[in-house]
Nanobody, 130 residues
Framework: QVQLVDSGGGLAQAGASLKLSCAASGRSFSDFRRYTLGWFRQASGKEREFVAAVRWGTGTTYYADSVKGRFTISRDNARVTVYLQMNSLNADDTAVYFC????????????????????WGRGTQVTVSS
């Protein structure tokens, strides 16, 4: 079982930036190469939705249309950590953000849904004030 610890949320003004982190453990580095790590978010009263993901081994990135050009997902191999840099935040970005992992690719299921990922962090709240 992969363990994920997500952090970095907080309160931001519209137009500001935040950076989320997700530290992964529970697998060897070679195992992680076949994994996809991603971020989902869930606003109050809404379903959990895909935000961004990265295929660990290739570095291929995927984004929801709503965040393209504003959010950037990246990974640090040495720290086995995934980051989500969020720029130009707006009120619609307010949600609890969850890190998630999947033991395989997502190219054939784009955009992925929550059921496509098997391990989850506890979530970190992002609140954007307008």
């Amino acid at each position: 079982q992969v363990q994920l610890v997500d952090s970095g949320g907080g309160l931001a003004q519209a137009g500001a930036s935040l950076k989320l982190s997700c530290a992964a453990s529970g697998r060897s580095f070679s195992d992680f190469r076949r994994y996809t790590l991603g971020w989902f978010r869930q606003a109050s009263g809404k379903e959990r939705e895909f935000v961004a993901a990265v295929r660990w081994g290739t570095g291929t990135t995927y984004y929801a249309d709503s965040v393209k050009g504003r959010f950037t997902i990246s990974r640090d191999n040495a720290r086995v950590t995934v980051y989500l840099q969020m720029n130009s935040l707006n009120a619609d970005d307010t949600a609890v953000y969850f890190c998630a992992s999947r033991g395989g690719a997502i190219d054939h299921i784009l955009p992925p849904t929550a059921v496509d990922f098997s391990s989850w962090g506890r979530g970190t709240q992002v609140t954007v004030s307008s």
